[in-house]
């Protein structure tokens, strides 16, 4: 089962995809803090992110460029409701794997999710 940090500072929405991501089989840990996220990803290692670009203490950027800045490979799927190509190309420079606008569609989110997981595992030789 695959682990899945979803950082995530609305309630609801967190509750949601916690619940759509239990039923497809993925072991999902939810924070709502930049802080709380730092800390879970300094002693924790996940199969994949999903990020929230605004959270109550920095923002979702920040947070990618100091994972990847201190040699954090594991993906990540920005999600926000941010959708201007600005912000989307921000997203992706900043480190993130991939870029969803919410309000997203669940199906689609699992087939990013499982494509971007399969594509990250060692591969036998």
């Known amino acids: 089962m ?6 995530e500072d609305d309630e609801a929405i967190a509750a949601t995809v916690r619940t759509w991501l239990s039923l497809h089989k993925f072991n999902v840990r939810a ?3 930049g802080a709380e996220a730092m800390e879970e990803l300094r002693f924790s290692k996940y199969d994949l ?3 929230d670009w605004n959270l ?3 923002d979702g950027v920040e947070i990618c460029q ?15 409701g941010n959708s201007s190509q600005a912000d989307i190309k921000q997203g992706l420079s900043c480190g993130a794997t991939d870029f969803m606008s919410k309000p997203f569609d669940f199906n689609e989110l699992v087939e990013r999710m ?3 997981i399969a594509a990250s ?4 030789e």
């Open 2 to 7: 695959e682990k899945i940090l979803l950082i």
């Open 31 to 33: 924070v709502e803090t």
């Open 49 to 51: 992110i999903l990020l």
């Open 56 to 58: 109550p203490d920095m």
């Open 66 to 80: 100091q994972f990847r800045a201190g040699g954090g490979t594991t993906p990540i799927i920005m999600l926000s």
């Open 114 to 116: 499982r494509s971007l």
């Open 121 to 124: 595992m060692p591969r036998a």
